[in-house]
């Protein structure tokens, strides 16, 4: 889910805690937990709705139903979806596994097989070694001078480098990436 800036730093804060979407099918599950431009949240009740009640309005950071509903893109045709979320409170298991840098020769081996797979399902060539190298060479360097500097759009420079990130091997500072030590680790154990 994405939010607006405004709406996104009071769901930072906690301050919203409700949003609804009009999907054609529910596109986030109870129980899970979802990474937001907000950060990260606990999704904890997903259902249709016919209508939305001023208290939730007001939970969604409206002051009524009918400017919420004034305001809510997609198609009026698809189902009105109400989702009750929390700030997820318990750590992000990426952080732990960024920050674990003993890898053991298993924890190699897998990481090898799985920038092996990344790579063979690429549609512009083998990447992630290229990218770990960079990143490691020129840490803090904006996304979109990294993307030109392999003739590549943005958006999709940027998926990759999650890609990385979800394996422990990167983190995202306020303008570009660096090696998380897992990365670092990773690189002086394969010797890339």
Request: charged share 25%; net charge positive; proline share 7%.
């Amino acid at each position: 889910m994405r939010f607006t800036g405004p709406d996104a730093r009071a769901v930072a804060a906690g301050e919203i805690t409700v949003q609804f979407r009009r999907w054609a099918i529910a596109r986030v599950l109870a129980g899970r937990t979802y990474r937001t431009n907000a950060g990260r949240i606990d999704v904890t009740a997903v259902r249709p709705v016919t209508k939305v009640t001023k208290a939730d309005a007001r939970r969604a950071g409206r002051p009524s139903a009918e400017q919420l509903l004034a305001e809510l893109p997609g198609d009026a045709a698809h189902p009105l979806w109400r989702i009750e979320f929390a700030p997820a409170t318990a750590p992000d298991p990426r952080a732990a596994l960024a920050a674990d840098d003993g890898l053991h020769d298993a924890t190699v081996a897998d990481l090898t097989m799985r920038l092996d797979r990344l790579d063979r399902a690429s549609s512009h060539g083998p990447w992630t070694r290229q990218y770990l190298t960079t990143i490691a060479e020129r840490p803090g360097v904006r996304a979109p001078d990294l993307a030109t500097s392999y003739g590549r759009e943005t958006a999709p420079f940027k998926i990759d480098v999650r890609k990385l990130k979800n394996l422990g091997l990167t983190h995202s500072l306020a303008v570009g990436y660096e090696l998380s030590p897992r990365g670092r680790a990773f690189l002086d154990r394969t010797g890339t």
